[in-house]
T-cell receptor, first 113, second 110 residues
Framework: DTGVSQNPRHKITKRGQNVTFRCDPI?????LYWYRQTLGQGPEFLTYFQNEAQLEKSRLLSDRFSAERPKGSFSTLEIQRTEQGDSAMYLC???????????FGPGTRLTVT | AQRVTQPEKLLSVFKGAPVELKCNYS??????LFWYVQYSRQRLQLLLRHISRESIKGFTADLNKGETSFHLKKPFAQEEDSAMYYCALSGIGGYQKVTFGTGTKLQVIP
């Protein structure tokens, strides 16, 4: 499968714990995006990388959230001290070259109990 | 601030009937407009982009800058069109973040 992959697909954690998600973009894509989607809502932008540089962060991304993309390949999204309000589907997407099209991964569903 | 509004959460139509999914937007400048679709148990994927002016799976969308609308239309609905549809916008070039609407679930009744 040469599409965007995300791991884990599901994560259940207790409030206050830290979690980390991984996204592997399509190999030749230099742009990578993280979104969050809650029930009944569309995806909400969190952050965007071009290669290894984090170019934009949403105000939704509180100081408990951090994202990295070392070497401009895979990316990780870490949430520290999780809260119940963090329960959501976390989506990763990538795009590359002159193409505007963002290719989405299957998402990681986070449940904070 | 950029915003996308999809007023209908659910739209039910009979097979063969016309479909129109409404989308209005708010953006300072000239945005790129998109429609994304998510079929059951599949990933979110791009359906069409306003600038390409093409018809995908029989769907078209016209950008009306005066009304700030980008409604999605299809003359004859098919059962396989049943899915969640999201209207979205981005800045010029479309490489930046995408702002999505809340989505409309299209249900095509056989």
């Amino acid at each position: 499968d040469t599409g965007v992959s995300q791991n884990p697909r599901h994560k259940i954690t207790k409030r206050g714990q830290n979690v980390t998600f991984r996204c592997d973009p399509i190999s030749e894509h230099n742009r990578l995006y993280w979104y969050r989607q809650t029930l009944g809502q569309g995806p909400e932008f969190l952050t965007y990388f071009q290669n290894e540089a984090q170019l934009e962060k949403s105000r939704l991304l509180s100081d408990r959230f951090s994202a990295e993309r070392p070497k401009g390949s895979f990316s990780t999204l870490e949430i520290q001290r999780t809260e119940q309000g963090d329960s959501a589907m976390y989506l990763c997407a990538s795009s590359g070259g002159r193409s505007y099209e963002q290719y989405f991964g299957p998402g990681t569903r986070l449940t904070v109990t | 601030a950029q915003r996308v509004t999809q007023p209908e959460k659910l739209l039910s139509v009979f097979k063969g009937a016309p479909v129109e999914l409404k989308c209005n937007y708010s953006y300072s400048g000239s945005p790129e407009l998109f429609w994304y679709v998510q079929y059951s148990r599949q990933r979110l994927q791009l359906l069409l982009r306003h600038i390409s002016r093409e018809s995908i799976k029989g769907f078209t969308a016209d950008l009306n800058k005066g009304e700030t609308s980008f409604h999605l239309k299809k003359p004859f609905a098919q059962e396989e069109d049943s899915a969640m549809y999201y209207c979205a916008l981005s800045g010029i070039g479309g490489y930046q973040k995408v702002t999505f609407g809340t989505g409309t679930k299209l249900q095509v009744i056989p």
